[in-house]
């Protein structure tokens, strides 16, 4: 097989079309990763001091005191708003993954259920109508996480819902696509 020699200008215009595109290369997957990941952040406010007095271990700057927390904790005001997830709704295209980060200052957990319900601590779930039934997981995974840790994960197709076990007012739906 004989190869055709190209000349010598358009070779090196080839060629830097070839180390252009292997810089790109170097570089996109971080732009790639950006777009094939969805983040949900855990918030929270808790404010060390009070909280700490009362035995939750707390983390962080939060300025929110454990009694105003507890002051919240009823059908009315549903829970502390700024005890929430980032997204109440998201939406996954296919091959993306969730990426969930709890940047508050409590242990919080991003459970998938089926259901919408109560959680673990009874006093929190106060903060829910009298008769709601328990959340119910979906596995023993009750996917807690702990301040400044993250959780990474794929979906499969269709709808899933997510909620804290211990802040149960704290809820996402995720859409895979």
Do not use: Y
């Not at 004989?2 to 358009?10: A, D, E, N």
């Not at 997957?29 to 271990?57: H, M, Y």
């Not at 939406?91 to 709890?102: A, C, F, P």
């Amino acid at each position: 097989m004989q190869r055709k020699r190209l000349p010598v200008g358009r070779r090196g215009r080839i060629c830097g079309v070839a180390v252009v595109s292997a810089l790109a290369a170097l570089t996109l997957p971080g732009a790639a990763t950006a777009r094939d990941t969805r983040d949900i952040l855990v918030q929270d406010r808790c404010e060390v001091v009070s909280f700490t007095a009362n035995g939750i271990p707390c983390v962080g700057d939060g300025n929110v005191t454990f009694d105003e927390l507890l002051a919240r904790v009823n059908p009315k005001d549903g829970g502390h708003h700024a005890w929430r997830f980032s997204r109440k709704e998201a939406h996954l295209k296919e091959g993306q993954r969730l990426v969930v980060t709890n940047v508050g200052g409590e242990t919080h957990s991003f459970t998938e259920v089926d259901n919408f319900g109560t959680g673990i601590v009874p006093r929190l779930n106060e903060a829910l109508p009298p008769d709601t039934p328990p959340a119910v997981p979906k596995s023993d995974d009750l996917g807690f996480i702990d301040p400044g840790q993250t959780l990474s994960f794929t979906l499969s197709r269709g709808p899933h819902m997510f909620q804290c076990l211990i802040h149960p007012w704290m809820r996402s739906v995720v859409e895979q696509r």
